[in-house]
């Protein structure tokens, strides 16, 4: 050990931690605590415990609202988005870390410029493009939108991960025979996963989570994703939030459970991405 | 779209039946009231557009001025002639001069209307019993009843969402106008809209208005009234419909009534809800929609659909329903849809004003002066400049 | 990958396919790389910028026909008192959001990177508000500020804190600041996560050294962590801006960009004009953005030089 932690120092540690994890913790306990409530005692009988407990809201929600149609969409998309993302990501920063050739880094720069586009500029002239596609009101419409938007954060934390590893690992592959294609997959692949992870796992996240373009592309109730699902809850003037707030705790599970078991690889991978990038 | 999803069951089973009668596949899509706009914008733009949809008039009319939708004359004329005619507010609001001479949209039902719930149990003790006559008398019975912060009196929202547009009538029954009579110059800088300002600032100085109306959402109203914080509330009765599923004490504590009326006016602005066909539709399956829109207007189902929906009659014939003449909500829906005042009554209705009404820039006025702290004065001649702003566009 | 005849590159040159030499070969191969991308890119970000700029300066609604107004859009929108008041919002609400966000980060990470029981469960934990989708977080946030049935006001006053309900939402004083803390309590991991990844890495060395020097932990933070960071602390603060610069749900869900217009941010106020059809105006409304993010732009093409 480095030095040795007081007691002082320890108590001031975990104090500050408990302090955290209350913050953290109670907002979200706030919302499973509502999500067992029945409407009639959430507006007449506010509380910080749990009152008349029930899981009427998720019964109503799986059962009469089949929100698991919502999920599967949801999943379906964010998984599309990743996979061909991550693709092509890896694909264009391995070119432009590795490749020489005319105008490289201006289209590495104006690549990373596109992600400042701020969304809302985007939205009228996207539902045209995405309707002459014949693309409007379908899952993997959904998917070419979000893997485009998410494509050039990876690629720019993908090139300070390829950057990192030394070239000379490439190269001896290839002397000893082997084609690029194969140095890439056998070499660059395996030493930059924990980089490619991370990068999925934000695309992930921002593919499961995003609800404007969801909303106006999907106009079928069996398409749309878990966002839009939930924001169909409110209808017209009624906020039902003990519905809302069992889906709300429904769609957060899944990307909670995600984060939990790659949390380690999401550390390393932004870490070793952006430090050497 | 409709705040009811009895109502909303009722009609895609109805469209469905349709469907099968006509050898006709039909696909129903129910969008969010709230997102009807961008979601049409978007459609519009991209080709998309169904067959044939809902909209209220507003959007009716932004639609017609650039030929988004095909006239109905004939169609109106027809599902008149067979439920013993349209009621007056119907003819008054579609006749309005910026759909330009023609019918653009079928109403299926008059809507916009609200209807003032108040609580009897706080109210009585306090000897205000009865329906308040004025908006007025509404601020001296809140006064009279209100507890804080256990519960409030005036349980209107004054924040950046439709139902804030309740204000609009409330200026208008106080004689204000937002526009002139040719409906291009705005006319908000008047005695009328100050005597206005200065009476419900003074209520909302007074504390009279539940905490969080100015940034209250669409259902800010019915939170507030199912927790028992507000004592009175304007509400096109969906509040109705979800105490009488889950809080049967409370509807028993609330009785209904109609707006009241204003030092000027009587304002009680009832608007339609239409069933339109898009320019894009093809002439075979314009036909078609217009035989699913008389399909859909017949008595039998409507009766079964409005004892489940908070709108008021559009037809003669729906008037002899029992659902008008027995539930107390729908009693006062019935009434304001046959004597209320159509649409933007006294002002012209027209796409400068649905602008002004979508901005929500009565509210805002109100907003200006309680949170901003802004004078009535200036907060009046800043609205007036922003509404000018928006009747001049629309007059280029 | 798809194209496995030219991922041979360089031998299949030597071999006199298309009579490459090596460089155009490899430049060839370059370009095929790069095309899913670009082709994407070009489809739904870059054609759809232009031709909303193109229109910004029409008077086009929806469906109607486009007319050149020349900067017509912009002068009106100059004059709004509410567009004047949403670049002050999104501007204070950027600054605050990042800077807490940045002295937050910092902290929890140091802490985190001391000798503490369970790290690993106390990194999940951190986690847990940026797994959940920003709707629900915020949507959640609104729960407990708004005055019926909101946690926070039942506790205050259950409490006897206060005898009338605080108004955490609608009132000008409090509005931004919590639309601030729902931001920051939905952003912060990210930046905790990024720091404490970035402290992982410093050697141990380092720290030893300052150690006998006799730096206490102010000076060791300063002189060796910080320094260390530095470079992911800029990465994180650009792209973090971005995004919080673009967040929608965060304002339109809890207030709505009022009371009056005390949290209007850019975003919201685009989302309305839309409201009345004028998708010119709209347009406008985004566009004048772009200066914004113009700066940002160039920050980071710095940031790359210096790199190069």
């Not at chain 2, 037809?315 to 019935?334: C, K, R």
Request: hydrophobic residues 50%; charged residues 15%; contains cysteine.
């Amino acid at each position: 050990m480095l030095h040795r932690t007081t007691t002082s120092q320890k108590i001031l540690y975990y104090t500050l931690l408990v302090l955290l994890a209350l913050a953290i913790l109670f907002p979200i306990y706030y919302m499973i605590m509502i999500s067992l409530k029945l409407p009639k005692d959430i507006y007449r009988t506010p509380s910080l415990l749990p009152v008349n407990t029930t899981l009427k809201n998720y019964l109503d929600l799986f059962e009469k609202r089949d929100f698991f149609i919502n999920i599967r969409n949801s999943l379906i998309v964010a998984a599309a988005a990743t996979f061909v993302s991550v693709l092509f990501s890896s694909m264009a920063a391995y070119s432009l870390v590795r490749l020489r050739y005319l105008y490289r880094n201006w289209i590495g720069r104006l690549i990373l410029f596109t992600y400042l586009t701020p969304s809302a500029l985007l939205f009228i002239p996207l539902s045209v493009i995405i309707a002459r596609l014949d693309l409007s009101n379908t899952l993997h419409g959904l998917v070419f939108i979000y893997l485009t938007f998410a494509a050039p954060l990876s690629t720019w934390l993908l090139m300070g991960y390829f950057k990192g590893i030394p070239v000379e690992l490439e190269e001896q592959a290839r002397v000893d025979g082997g084609t690029r294609f194969q140095a890439f997959y056998r070499i660059l692949l395996p030493l930059s996963a924990p980089g490619m992870i991370a990068v999925s796992v934000f695309t992930f996240t921002a593919a499961w989570n995003e609800f404007l373009f969801a909303l106006i592309f999907i106009t079928s109730p069996k398409l749309q994703t878990v966002p839009v699902a939930i924001s169909y809850l409110i209808t017209g003037d009624v906020f039902r939030w003990g519905l809302i707030m069992a889906g709300a705790v429904s769609s957060a599970v899944p990307v909670m459970i995600l984060y939990y078991l790659a949390q380690r690889f999401v550390v390393q991978g932004l870490a070793a991405g952006a430090v050497k990038g | 779209m409709i705040f009811s999803e009895e109502a909303n069951d009722a009609v895609v089973e109805r469209i469905e039946e349709w469907g099968a009668m006509k050898g006709v596949d039909v696909e129903v899509v129910m969008i969010n009231e709230n997102e009807t706009v961008q979601r049409i914008s978007a459609a519009i733009e991209a080709g998309t557009m169904p067959d044939a949809f809902d909209l209220g008039v507003d959007f009716a009319l932004l639609l017609s001025q650039t030929g988004q939708l095909q006239a109905l004359d004939d169609l109106y004329q027809q599902i008149g002639d067979a439920h013993g005619g349209w009621l007056d507010a119907m003819d008054a609001i579609l006749a309005s001069t910026d759909f330009g001479g023609a019918i653009y949209g079928i109403p299926y039902a008059a809507s916009g209307i609200n209807v003032l719930y108040r609580r009897v149990d706080v109210l009585e003790p306090v000897g205000e019993a009865d329906a308040p006559a004025t908006w007025q008398e509404i601020a001296v019975n809140s006064a009279a009843g209100q507890d804080p912060p256990s519960h409030y009196g005036m349980g209107f929202a004054l924040s950046n969402v439709g139902d804030a547009n309740l204000t609009t009538t409330m200026l208008q029954s106080w004689g204000g106008r937002i526009a002139d009579d040719a409906g291009t110059t705005c006319t908000l800088d008047s005695p009328e809209t100050r005597a206005f300002l200065e009476w419900i600032t003074g209520a909302f100085a007074d504390g009279l208005f539940p905490p969080g109306v100015t940034t209250w959402d669409g259902g800010g109203d019915n939170t507030a009234y199912q927790s028992g914080n507000a004592l009175f509330i304007a509400n096109p009765g969906s509040v109705y419909l979800n105490i009488r599923e889950n809080d049967p004490e409370l509807l028993e504590a609330t009785r209904f009534s109609g707006l009241p009326a204003g030092p000027a006016m009587h304002i009680v602005p009832v608007t339609a809800k239409l069933r339109g066909i898009p320019a894009s539709t093809s002439p075979e399956k314009t036909e078609l929609a217009k035989d699913l829109f008389a399909f859909l207007a017949e008595d039998e189902f409507m009766e079964q659909y409005m004892s489940a929906a908070i709108y008021g009659p559009a037809l003669d014939s729906q008037l002899e329903f029992a659902v008008f003449n027995e539930s107390p909500v729908h009693i006062g829906l019935a009434d304001a849809a046959l004597n209320g005042t159509p649409g933007t009554f006294p002002d012209v209705d027209n796409a400068a004003l649905a602008e002004y009404q979508t901005n929500f820039l009565t509210p805002r006025m109100i907003q200006r002066i309680v949170v901003d702290n802004l004078s009535i004065d200036d907060s009046i001649a800043e609205t007036q400049a922003a509404c000018q702003a928006i009747y001049d566009k629309h007059n280029q | 990958m798809a194209q496995p005849n030219l991922t041979r590159g360089p031998r299949a040159a030597r071999g006199g396919w298309l009579r490459l030499n090596q460089r155009q070969s490899e430049g060839l191969f370059g370009y095929i790389l790069l095309a899913p991308i670009v082709v994407c890119l070009a489809t739904l970000v870059v054609y759809p910028f232009f031709f909303a700029i193109y229109i910004s300066f029409t008077n086009r609604m929806i469906g109607g026909q486009a007319e050149y107004i020349g900067l017509g859009n912009y002068l009106y929108l100059m004059r709004q008192p509410d567009f004047v008041a949403s670049v002050r919002n999104t501007v204070v609400l950027v600054f605050f959001v990042q800077l807490i966000k940045l002295v937050l980060g910092l902290g929890i990470a140091t802490l985190l990177n001391q000798p503490i029981r369970f790290r690993q469960f106390w990194r999940g934990l951190i986690l847990l508000p940026w797994a959940m989708p920003a709707f629900v977080a915020f949507i959640t946030w609104k729960l407990l500020l708004v005055p019926q049935g909101g946690a926070f006001n039942f506790i205050l006053i259950e409490l006897g804190l206060v005898n009338t309900h605080v108004e955490f939402l609608s009132s000008k004083a409090l509005a931004m600041p919590s639309v601030i803390t729902a931001s920051v309590w939905r952003g912060f991991p990210f930046w905790v996560i990024s720091f404490l990844a970035a402290m992982q890495t410093v050697p141990k060395e380092l720290y030893e050294a300052a150690v006998l020097d006799g730096a206490n932990a102010w000076a060791r933070f300063r002189n060796v962590t910080l320094p260390s960071i530095r470079h992911i602390v800029l990465v994180v603060i650009l792209v973090s801006t971005i995004w919080t610069t673009n967040s929608f749900e965060a304002v339109f869900l809890m207030t709505g960009g009022g009371p009056s217009n005390a949290t209007l941010t850019f975003p919201v106020l685009a989302y309305y004009s839309l409201q009345s059809l004028q998708i010119g105006e709209a347009a406008a409304v985004s566009v004048a953005l772009l200066p914004v993010f113009a700066v940002l732009a160039l920050i980071i093409a710095v940031l790359l030089q210096r790199e190069n």
